[in-house]
T-cell receptor, first 113, second 115 residues
Framework: DAGITQSPRYKITETGRQVTLMCHQT?????MFWYRQDLGHGLRLIYYSAAADITDKGEVPDGYVVSRSKTENFPLTLESATRSQTSVYFCASSPGQGIQPQHFGDGTRLSIL | AQSVAQPEDQVNVAEGNPLTVKCTYSVSGNPYLFWYVQYPNRGLQFLLK??????LVKGSYGFEAEFNKSQTSFHLKKPSALVSDSALYFCAVREASGGSYIPTFGRGTSLIVHP
């Protein structure tokens, strides 16, 4: 089925470990985004990508790394997880810079102990 | 710079009554405006958008929103609320030309519809 899928849906890990969150979309949308959602902060943009091999920092990029070797995949890596990175992470895609809305995955709930 | 404000963290309404979720925005030029809904353990789902034209925009699930340029507002409305409308609602804005193509989201408003 067409759509945007995130994996895993739930993850528990320990501080200092590396964690990679996966995002895959089947629409061939050019633009992809990573957000984190925390109570009191709403959605905050971590990184975004305009096309394969083009990525840029958002509002809260520290401690995160992204790559986009293929249009359909946009993994997010926490190189050395910290407790402050406990959050719900959402991936989104959109077809272009124009008027089209974003399409969101169902999120990854990440707990760092 | 662009910004959006949702002044109410929570809105409570009785089933069958009209509902309004407020959103105000700030952009340098003309805005593109969006409303999304988030149900528990799900991602955001697009409801409706204002790009240009008619100030009253109709969207999914019977929702509509009114664009008011003089008040820089884009309030979400529904004539008769359902318990199933209970969810988190997000307003988003981006500038229509120039600036960043990345939308800015509000902090969200929790809508609770009481039976």
């Amino acid at each position: 089925d067409a759509g945007i899928t995130q994996s895993p849906r739930y993850k528990i890990t320990e501080t200092g470990r590396q964690v990679t969150l996966m995002c895959h979309q089947t629409w061939s949308h050019s633009y992809m985004f990573w957000y984190r959602q925390d109570l009191g902060h709403g959605l905050r943009l971590i990184y975004y990508s305009a096309a394969a091999d083009i990525t840029d920092k958002g509002e809260v990029p520290d401690g995160y790394v992204v790559s986009r070797s293929k249009t359909e995949n946009f993994p997010l890596t926490l190189e050395s997880a910290t407790r402050s990175q406990t959050s719900v992470y959402f991936c989104a895609s959109s077809p272009g810079q124009g008027i089209q809305p974003q399409h969101f995955g169902d999120g990854t709930r990440l707990s760092i102990l | 710079a662009q910004s959006v404000a949702q002044p109410e963290d929570q809105v409570n309404v009785a089933e069958g009554n009209p509902l309004t979720v407020k959103c105000t925005y700030s952009v340098s030029g003309n805005p593109y405006l969006f409303w999304y809904v988030q149900y528990p353990n799900r991602g955001l789902q697009f409801l409706l958008k204002y790009i240009t034209g008619d100030n009253l925009v109709k969207g999914s699930y019977g929702f509509e929103a009114e664009f008011n340029k003089s008040q820089t507002s884009f309030h979400l409305k529904k004539p008769s609320a359902l318990v199933s409308d209970s969810a988190l609602y997000f307003c988003a804005v981006r500038e229509a030309s120039g600036g960043s193509y990345i939308p800015t989201f509000g902090r969200g408003t929790s809508l609770i519809v009481h039976p």
